[in-house]
T-cell receptor, first 120, second 110 residues
């Protein structure tokens, strides 16, 4: 159980175009989803937190107009990188959390396999 | 804000025991998690400590001391497949989000 999928796994796009990445929780409902960015050999940096049906909360320094997040259902969140530039090339990872129903595993996040974005 | 420190690299041989330490400074704290990540892969959950003490799960154990803002991951009977990056992460904030440390690259030698 607790499987999270991401699509696509890899994408190459030209500078100036937009790319949409989907994150799905396959066997549970995710009240909260998170989007991370990871550069090679570095840590995961939280970009934003999204709750179903409400606006995402972005971390300091993350441009909300550039990284559009939509959490339209309890099983799907999307991240759209708008007007992508080479510096946006990175590994984007989503995670999903079932909810704060109690118990230690209510804090556990389940991660998707990641999307490697290359902007040329 | 949150900040975490952990060693950048650790090397050990098969069958050995390794301890990866993590110290943190945080303005809000619910617990400390540990994740494993192989190159090119997604992080996978290893453990979570909300209370002081040792949690054991198979070959892996995790410890937390809230008063010392310190935790560690203990890996026993190391195997080659344990070569990966290990991240400690504080669970905190209004959304109980994860703030990750910089990661420790563990290399297991034959």
């Amino acid at each position: 159980g607790a499987v999270v999928s991401q699509h696509p796994s890899r994408v190459i796009c030209k500078s100036g175009t937009s790319v949409k990445i989907e994150c799905r929780s396959l066997d549970f409902q995710a009240t909260t989803m998170f989007w991370y960015r990871q550069f090679p050999k570095q840590s995961l940096m939280l970009m934003a937190t999204s709750n179903e049906g409400s606006k995402a909360t972005y971390e300091q320094g993350v441009e909300k107009d550039k990284f559009l997040i939509n959490h339209a259902s309890l099983t799907l969140s999307t991240l759209t990188v708008t007007s992508a530039h080479p510096e946006d090339s990175s590994f984007y990872i989503c995670s999903a959390r079932p909810g704060l129903a109690g118990g230690k595993h209510s804090y556990e996040q389940y991660f998707g396999p990641g999307t490697r974005l290359t902007v040329t | 804000g949150q900040s975490l420190e952990q060693p950048s690299e650790v090397t050990a041989v098969e069958g050995a025991i390794v301890q990866i330490n993590c110290t943190y400074q945080t303005s809000g704290f619910y617990g400390l998690s540990w994740y494993q990540q192989h190159d090119g892969g997604a992080p996978t959950f290893l453990s979570y400590n909300a209370l002081d003490g040792l949690e054991e799960t198979g070959r892996f154990s995790s410890f937390l001391s809230r008063s010392d803002s310190y935790g560690y991951l203990l890996l026993q009977e190391l195997q080659m497949k344990d070569s990966a990056s290990y991240f400690c992460a504080v669970v905190g904030g209004s959304a109980r989000q994860l703030t990750f440390g910089s990661g420790t690259q563990l290399t297991v030698l034959p």
